[in-house]
């Protein structure tokens, strides 16, 4: 019989609020957190608005000597399992050997570390090397980074970074689904942290041309999927960690039950590294993939926690995609694109949709997607614009889409 997992604790840093309760007042109220970047000087870029998380105290959770030697991301990923293993009631500090050694942590991320090495690269190369760190190489490697969090908490079991672009957080929530059902672990660490916000890295998307040059004197109206004034994204940063469980495990212990993960999809388009195929349909595939292994038909599909970029490309594809896996239904279903209030998170953004699926699910309410002032002809569903929406979710669809051709979805079940 496969086993099934189950989310029992949440823990979040995002832009828009440092901890779940935070985070869902203002997902379910329409709060961005998108605004002028502050960390660096961006007066010479065409692009100088991000989701970045200003009033978080990355010293409270990294001691401030080992702070030069990590990525930003590391604390990030920290603070959101740290609160993750508290909510869901487990209590680290007095784990056995062998109890550590049940645990795994899979984390998605599309940059990593990306912006140390940055930081890393800056001083080789203005003569400051003697302040870069001397572990440049293993911290700026992808792995290490779910490495700090394993040796933070003491778990001893398997140890995994998962970096598909845009779907990372996404397929690492899928891994972590199918190594619960294949009876390898009991219990995971699994969510998503990215923290793409440095000069190099905001020039590249600028080269690009992707980001949003719009909305500098107007930041929280930066982002704007599915608005037929759309013009780019708006980068971000952020940590969604949760602990994923086997159901039976969990009930032992008696803990919160707050979702199933039930269906994981992904395909590829095999199409080009960064645009999409027009016809939707490796898109619409994953998502029919997902609902496929969770026995969920689109007439049981209560809600969609959109990729919606608000890009012009992506937000039309997906609008066809969605189209392809619902049939008729979805003129029906109604949807939302969390990115419209925080920002785009790069490769935690699967996990960022998670969080807020899973905070719809037990609130009754549909976080609303922020800033559609004129609906786009081509993108014609139901997003859900602001205020929100009261509804009762027991099966929902959260989507995503990455660079390189990547497509993942996953289907939530509500549980009690």
């Known amino acids: ?41 961006v007066s010479d870029l065409p692009v100088q608005i991000a989701g970045e998380i200003t009033d978080f105290n990355e010293l409270a959770w990294i001691d401030a000597r080992e702070r030069k030697h990590v990525s930003r991301a590391v604390p990030l990923a ?45 001083h080789y190369f203005q003569g400051t090397v003697k302040q870069a760190s001397l572990f440049s190489i293993p911290s700026g490697t992808m792995g290490t980074l779910s490495s700090e969090v394993s040796m933070r908490f003491g778990f001893r079991g398997f140890s995994h970074v ?38 190099g890295i905001m020039k590249g998307f600028c080269l690009m041309k992707i980001m949003t040059p719009s909305w500098n ?36 212990r008696g803990a919160r039950i707050y979702a199933e993960i039930a269906g994981y999809g992904s395909t590829c388009e095999a199409f080009h590294r960064v645009r999409l195929a027009e016809c939707g349909e490796e898109p619409a595939r994953a998502i029919q993939l997902a609902m496929q292994e969770a026995g969920v038909s ?44 925080i920002g785009h998170p790069q490769g935690a953004c699967g996990a960022a949709g998670v969080a807020a699926t899973v905070i719809a699910m037990h609130h009754g309410e549909i976080p609303p997607t922020i800033n559609l002032d004129n609906p786009d002809p081509e993108c014609d569903l139901d997003y859900v614009p602001q205020p929100g929406r009261k509804a009762q979710i027991e099966h929902a669809v959260c989507n995503c889409i990455a660079f390189g051709s990547k497509n993942s979805a996953l289907v939530l079940r509500r549980i009690g």
């Open 1 to 41: 019989m496969v086993k099934r997992a189950v989310i029992t604790g949440i823990g979040v840093v995002s832009p828009n609020g440092i901890g779940k309760d935070d985070f869902c007042r203002a997902i379910l109220a329409g709060k961005s957190g998108v605004k002028r970047i502050t960390r660096f000087d």
């Open 217 to 252: 004197q107007d930041p929280e109206r930066g982002s704007r999927p599915f608005s037929q004034d759309r013009d780019g994204f708006v980068v971000a940063e952020g940590s969604w960690m949760f602990v994923l469980e086997e159901y039976e495990h969990a009930r032992a």
């Open 298 to 341: 689109a007439e049981n599909v209560d809600y969609v926690n959109l990729h919606g970029t608000s890009t012009q490309l992506n937000d039309r594809i997906e609008t066809r995609a969605l189209k392809l896996a619902l049939g008729d239904r979805a003129i029906s279903t109604p949807m939302s694109a969390l990115k419209s209030q």
């Open 162 to 199: 998962f970096t598909t672009g845009c779907t990372s957080s996404t397929d690492a929530l899928g891994y972590a689904l199918r190594q619960i059902q294949f009876g390898s672990l009991p219990a995971m660490l699994v969510g998503g942290v990215d923290t793409p916000l440095a000069p």
């Open 78 to 122: 920290i603070a959101a399992s740290t609160e993750a293993l508290g909510d869901a009631g487990i209590d680290w500090d007095s784990m056995s050997l062998s109890e550590r050694r049940d645990i795994g942590v899979m984390l998605g991320s599309g940059g990593g570390a990306q912006e140390f090495s940055e930081e890393q690269y800056r």
